[in-house]
């Protein structure tokens, strides 16, 4: 699609990101942004999103959002609406990826893997469908991955997670298929991101950019595409997987190291990130003051 007409499709559009602080979220508000969007970022780390939206304009509003608790999730989009007018696209992105052997991860982690990566989606597309519903249009985009699709050992939650967001954005799709509203499924591979710290990726498929993402998204939005994989010519290799078998599928991981990717890690460059992932959620700072708007 040609950029004057992306522009078109997205100019005036409502659009509100979680996980929008950092990586493909803050990379998607921006390419949003670019092209006319009215956005709304929220992430569960408050100071860390009003930088970022002051990074991008002083019409991009900044709201710390905690996506598995239904209350703030509904303030975040009440927030959107306050400011902007009626939601078209709430873009599901935040989520967290532990990696390493799953007999080394804890219980509580596990749990918050799904309370993050798969409740929270489930939230957010129950606090925006009825007014997408009763308008008789909206665009909903769940942020997946490509572990969601195949056996990644050292991401045993991660993938079991994201397999979820496959399955809730196809099933939401079949059910409201009459109501006007969109759903996308975006399935990136590697992203050069904080997630993917102390990996080395897999043989033969480079690391995405997070920019390179967020233009899937923007595509995805403006043409109403129900999936996206990144990079494309993985589609076609996740849609044969069934046909291939278990052993065809397994030695292709291995050729492609994706067997032991999650497995080899350097801890140390991941520490930052697990802490982070590892932490409690604080309770709500009160936001830094923003420059006032012209």
């Known amino acids: 699609m040609k950029e004057s007409q992306l522009t078109r499709r997205i100019e005036g559009r409502v659009v509100a990101i979680t996980g929008a ?44 959002v905690d996506i598995t608790d239904e209350a703030s999730f509904r303030a975040f989009l009440a927030k959107a609406e306050e400011r902007f007018g009626a939601l078209d696209v709430l873009i599901n992105n935040a989520g967290i990826m532990p990696i390493g052997p799953f007999l080394e991860e804890s219980t509580t982690l596990s749990k918050r893997v799904l309370d993050i990566n798969v409740a929270g989606p489930m939230i957010g597309m129950r606090a925006a469908l009825p007014g997408m519903i009763s308008r008789g249009h909206g665009h909903i985009v769940n942020v997946s991955s490509m572990a969601g699709t195949a056996p990644i050992p050292g991401g045993l939650s991660y993938g079991a997670s994201k397999a979820a967001v496959i399955s809730m954005t196809e099933t939401a799709r079949v059910e409201f298929a009459k109501s006007g509203v969109a759903f996308t499924c975006v399935l990136p591979s590697f992203t050069n991101t904080e997630l993917v710290a102390g990996t080395t990726g897999t043989k033969f498929v480079r ?10 998204i923007v595509g995805a939005i403006a043409g109403r595409k129900p999936d996206v994989y990144l990079p494309g010519i993985l589609g076609p290799m996740a849609r044969l997987q069934p046909v291939l078998g278990r052993k065809l599928r397994d030695f292709m991981n291995h050729a492609l190291k994706a067997d032991t990717t999650f497995l080899t890690v350097d801890k140390s460059a991941r520490s930052g990130y697990d802490a982070r992932i590892n932490a409690a959620p604080e309770a709500p700072k009160p936001a830094p003051k923003r420059a006032a708007r012209s």
């Open 21 to 64: 602080a950092r990586g493909i979220g803050l990379a998607t508000a921006k390419a949003l942004h670019r092209r006319g969007a009215r956005v709304v970022i929220g992430d569960i780390d408050g100071e860390a999103v009003v930088r970022a939206a002051a990074g991008i304009g002083l019409d991009v509003e900044a709201v710390r």
């Open 207 to 216: 690391n995405l950019e997070p920019e390179e993402v967020a233009e899937g």
